[in-house]
């Protein structure tokens, strides 16, 4: 079965080789902070920053509630940039937290316009923190951060972003971009195994939790418990997911060996192959424009007579590939090929795009081209992939 979805993806076999490593007790033994070290080093080169980075031990949307707890006070104002099921997410949580979210809204099919954050900056001038959503996994639709982000510091403003499914698949400069809270997991685009969330934190996020009137309301996700514990005395405030942390340093390693700008220049190659194969077809992408389409999920809209979950279910069933649907309000009207990762694999795309085709076909539908001969095209004559990590 050929998992070709946008996170879990694939898993290299080192990386899969690495949770088999002998565990240790993580609060006792200070070999395992220097590896713990190791592996904060790898990921602040791969993030582009200086400032520090925290592996949790839990799935990514850890990571995005334990920013919103331990940064957002009750009754604050929060800029809230919305154009998606994650960052409808973001609201939720602000609200959870007694936050007041300050919505920019924006189509789920487009990226936001930097222009609209700086009118509601401006209009709201006592706002201090911001949430955006870098690549909106359910649409797959990538947003403009970098722009955001600029924005948003010249006006004093904390940014905590989510870079879930951006990160190491798609152009991102934390510190460049000026992107105080950066929130990753392990899941996506660095092809380890579920179970770890990834944040970075700027010294004006740590600032913020500092000077907190209240208490931030929680244990596990109070991020300022690693200030307490790990930054001050090299101890962790939970026993961390030892294994997993074995498998994500090995993931690292594979891309780190590649390169980052090689890792990124792939995951552009084999996004434009299966878009250009996608539009061969006759299908649509869900994002309206090309520049916002994401390089690491390709999202498309159900052709009309299609059902979703028919579709899937035969690729699954005749084709031994599995890809996914879509959430909330795309839910049965989009679904997405998750070409990031250890995915975005010249054989692994080729693979996923003939098994669509064949089963489309199979389904009633009349493509408009030949989708493998597009891809093709675009890839070149050799349809094999660079096996990363193999």
């Not at 920013?67 to 409808?88: H, M, R, W």
């Not at 809204?105 to 870098?134: F, M």
């Not at 990031?340 to 692994?348: C, I, L, V």
Request: hydrophobic share 40%; proline share 5%.
């Amino acid at each position: 079965m050929l998992i070709f979805t946008p996170g879990p993806t694939e898993i290299p076999e080192r990386v899969l080789r690495a949770m088999a490593r002998t565990i240790t007790n993580p609060d006792i033994d200070p070999e395992f902070a220097k590896f713990y070290e190791g592996t904060q080093a790898k990921l602040a080169s791969l993030m582009k920053t200086k400032n520090d980075v925290l592996i949790l031990s839990a799935e990514g949307l850890l990571g995005l509630e334990s920013a919103v707890a331990s940064l957002v006070e009750k009754g604050e104002k929060v800029l809230a940039i919305t154009n998606g099921v994650y960052g409808d997410g973001f609201v939720d949580l602000v609200k959870i937290y007694g936050g007041v979210p300050v919505k920019v809204e924006g189509e789920y099919s487009a990226g936001i316009e930097p222009e609209r954050v700086k009118e509601a900056l401006d209009a709201n001038r006592d706002i201090r923190i911001a949430t955006v959503v870098h690549c909106e996994t359910p649409s797959g639709v990538l947003n403009p951060l970098r722009e955001i982000g600029r924005i948003c510091n010249d006006r004093g403003v904390v940014v905590i972003a989510d870079a879930v499914s951006s990160m190491c698949g798609a152009p991102l400069e934390v510190d460049g971009w000026k992107v105080d809270v950066c929130l990753g997991a392990s899941q996506k685009c660095i092809s380890a195994p579920p179970g770890l969330a990834i944040v970075s934190l700027s010294d004006r996020a740590w600032e913020i939790m500092r000077a907190r009137k209240d208490r931030i309301p929680s244990f596990y996700l109070n991020l300022w418990q690693w200030d307490e514990w790990w930054k001050q005395k090299r101890l962790f405030p939970y026993t961390p997911s030892i294994s997993d942390i074995y498998a994500l340093d090995e993931a690292l390693d594979i891309l780190l060996e590649e390169g980052l700008e090689n890792s990124i220049q792939r995951h552009m190659k084999v996004s434009g192959a299966i878009l250009g194969a996608c539009k061969a077809l006759g299908l649509k992408p869900y994002p309206e424009r090309d520049e916002c389409h994401s390089p690491t999920v390709t999202a498309l809209r159900m052709p009309p007579g299609i059902d979703e979950g028919k579709l899937r279910a035969l690729m699954e069933r005749d084709h031994s590939v599995m890809i996914a649907g879509s959430w909330g309000k795309l839910s049965g009207n989009v679904f997405r090929l998750g070409n990031m990762g250890y995915n975005a694999q010249n054989e692994k795309a080729m693979t996923a795009i003939l098994a669509l085709e064949e089963s489309l076909k199979s389904l009633g539908f009349k493509p408009k081209g030949s989708g493998v001969e597009a891809a093709k095209a675009i890839l070149g004559s050799r349809s094999q992939g660079l096996h990363v990590g193999a």
